[in-house]
């Protein structure tokens, strides 16, 4: 599944380098069944043990002084200015994800800490898309993001095209990372994220940022 070399130091986390941890729509209606929008992702994010492989991570990134950036989809109430453009963007207004509602609160079992940064956005699809990210990470000095959260399907792929677009080295720890189903998740990690991205694991990245 992976494409870099075990025990070696993961692409973008060279000397030189520093890397920020994006945590994408780590919310309660994508991933807690308490409040579940989208039953089959929330299973996958329970079987794939993405909430605690994201908190090891996040907990990592934090001990290194390295940012840990939380990305939420927080539509105006009434999906006010939200295109219903496509099956999917139209599919969502059906939803109890609008601002204020419990569906799009971070779930508090990977809940932000203090010096972490929260991103929102009020349109679109993507991490970078209408939201103030990519000035943020420059700011900072990043020049690798770390993609992680849900969903495989969408947010994650076309922010990780984005990123790549945007000269960031991209790298994907998958087991931090869901699909709607597994055979999703593998086909695209596999197919296409391997092409546009470095697929790993958060036990290599961790490793990595030891090693930095």
Same mark, same amino acid.
């Given at each position: 599944?992976?494409?870099?070399?075990?025990?070696?130091?993961?692409?973008?986390?060279?000397?030189?380098?520093?890397?920020?941890? !994006? $945590?994408?729509?780590?919310?309660? %209606? &994508? @991933?807690?069944?308490?409040? #579940?929008?989208?039953?089959? =992702?929330?299973?996958?994010?329970?079987?794939?043990?993405?909430?605690?492989?994201?908190?090891?991570?996040?907990?990592?990134?934090?001990?290194?002084?390295?940012?840990?950036?939380?990305?939420?989809?927080?539509?105006?109430?009434?999906?006010?200015?939200?295109?219903?453009?496509?099956?999917?963007?139209?599919?969502?207004?059906?939803?109890?994800?609008?601002?204020?509602?419990?569906?799009?609160?971070?779930?508090?079992?990977?809940?932000?800490?203090?010096?972490? !940064? $929260?991103?929102?956005?009020?349109? %679109? &699809? @993507?991490?970078?898309?209408? #939201?103030?990210?990519?000035? =943020?990470?420059?700011?900072?000095?990043?020049?690798?993001?770390?993609?992680?959260?849900?969903?495989?399907?969408?947010?994650?792929?076309?922010?990780?095209?984005?990123?790549?677009?945007?000269?960031?080295?991209?790298?994907?720890?998958?087991?931090?990372?869901?699909?709607?189903?597994?055979?999703?998740?593998?086909?695209?990690?596999?197919?296409?994220?391997?092409?546009?991205?470095?697929?790993?694991?958060?036990?290599?990245?961790?490793?990595?940022?030891?090693?930095?």
């Amino acid at each position: 599944m992976t494409n870099g070399t075990p025990g070696s130091v993961v692409r973008g986390f060279e000397p030189g380098k520093r890397a920020a941890l !994006l $945590i994408s729509e780590m919310q309660n %209606g &994508m @991933t807690n069944p308490e409040f #579940t929008t989208n039953a089959p =992702l929330v299973e996958q994010v329970a079987a794939r043990g993405v909430v605690d492989n994201i908190n090891g991570l996040a907990t990592a990134f934090r001990a290194a002084g390295l940012p840990v950036v939380y990305n939420v989809v927080t539509p105006f109430a009434g999906f006010t200015g939200w295109a219903k453009n496509s099956l999917l963007t139209a599919s969502i207004t059906k939803r109890p994800l609008t601002e204020g509602q419990p569906a799009v609160e971070i779930n508090p079992a990977v809940a932000p800490q203090e010096g972490d !940064l $929260i991103v929102s956005r009020h349109i %679109g &699809m @993507t991490m970078f898309h209408g #939201t103030e990210l990519e000035g =943020l990470l420059r700011n900072l000095g990043v020049s690798t993001i770390v993609i992680t959260g849900v969903s495989l399907n969408v947010a994650l792929l076309g922010s990780a095209i984005e990123g790549m677009n945007r000269g960031f080295d991209v790298v994907v720890p998958a087991d931090a990372t869901a699909a709607a189903t597994a055979e999703v998740g593998d086909f695209l990690l596999e197919n296409i994220y391997r092409l546009i991205s470095t697929v790993t694991t958060t036990a290599d990245v961790r490793a990595s940022l030891a090693e930095a």
